[in-house]
């Protein structure tokens, strides 16, 4: 069983920033893909990034790219997304996720954590 948990969000104005922590517990964390995705009301939940259990393979969104950094700390098994120049549209509950195989597809990401709300405002 895998536990993961979000925090940071919060309220922040347009091209502000927020860093989003994911503490993970109950596997060996450092074996693991880590990836952060969105969900807005009425939408589909999308793919944010992913970071790959050495941190030689990060890869982003084109929506996030240049703006957010995803980064990880495998002693401590937690991952970090920092959010950098927000905008009004990335107002989203942000997740992180588990999963054993590098993708973008939620559906194979295993474990997730309860979330957590990013409201930017203008």
């Known amino acids: 069983q895998v536990q993961l948990v979000e925090s940071g969000g919060g309220l922040v104005q347009a091209g502000g920033s927020l860093r989003l922590s994911c503490a993970a517990s109950g596997r060996t964390f450092s074996k693991y893909f880590m990836g952060w995705f969105r969900q807005s009301p009425g939408k589909e939940r999308e793919f944010v990034g992913r970071i790959s259990p050495n941190v030689n393979s990060i890869y982003y969104a084109d929506s996030v790219k240049g703006r957010f950094t995803i980064s990880r700390d495998n002693a401590g098994s937690t991952v970090v997304l920092q959010m950098n120049s927000l905008k009004l549209e990335d107002t989203a509950v942000y997740y992180c996720?588990?999963?054993?195989?590098?993708?973008?597809?939620?559906?194979?990401?295993?474990?997730w954590g309860q979330g957590t709300q990013v409201t930017v405002s203008s």
């Open positions: 996720a588990i999963s054993s195989v590098p993708t973008s597809r939620s559906t194979l990401y295993g474990y």
